[in-house]
Nanobody, 120 residues
């Protein structure tokens, strides 16, 4: 089991910045990838960015490239999402995700979500 706790959401004006944090606990040694997804009302949940546990390879959605940066602090079992140049269309509930590959199965763990609202 992996437990994820997000923090750092809030209300910000267009062009502003926020940093989200996601602290993992439990069977963290089993995590292959951690990332951030977002879901706006009435829309599907989309990948924003992710990072591998070994090697720290990153992957970004096109709509955040150049504005958002995902990083990790392995000593704190925490992943961060630095969001700059925020736009109203970035408004969504942001979820932390951890992927575990175990015995041929893939298990996804999710945090409770943190709201990001960008005002115009």
């Amino acid at each position: 089991q992996v437990h994820l706790v997000e923090s750092g959401g809030g209300l910000v004006q267009t062009g502003g910045s926020l940093r989200l944090s996601c602290a993992a606990s439990g069977s963290i040694f089993s995590i292959n990838t951690m990332g951030w997804y977002r879901q706006a009302p009435g829309k599907q949940r989309d990948l924003v960015a992710d990072i591998t546990s070994r090697g720290g390879r990153t992957n970004y959605a096109d709509f955040v490239k150049g504005r958002f940066t995902i990083s990790r602090d392995t000593s704190k079992n925490t992943v961060y999402l630095q969001m700059n140049s925020l736009k109203p269309e970035d408004t969504a509930l942001y979820y932390c995700n951890a992927v575990v590959h175990l015995s041929g199965s893939t298990i996804n763990y999710w945090g409770q979500g943190t709201q990001v609202t960008v005002s115009s």
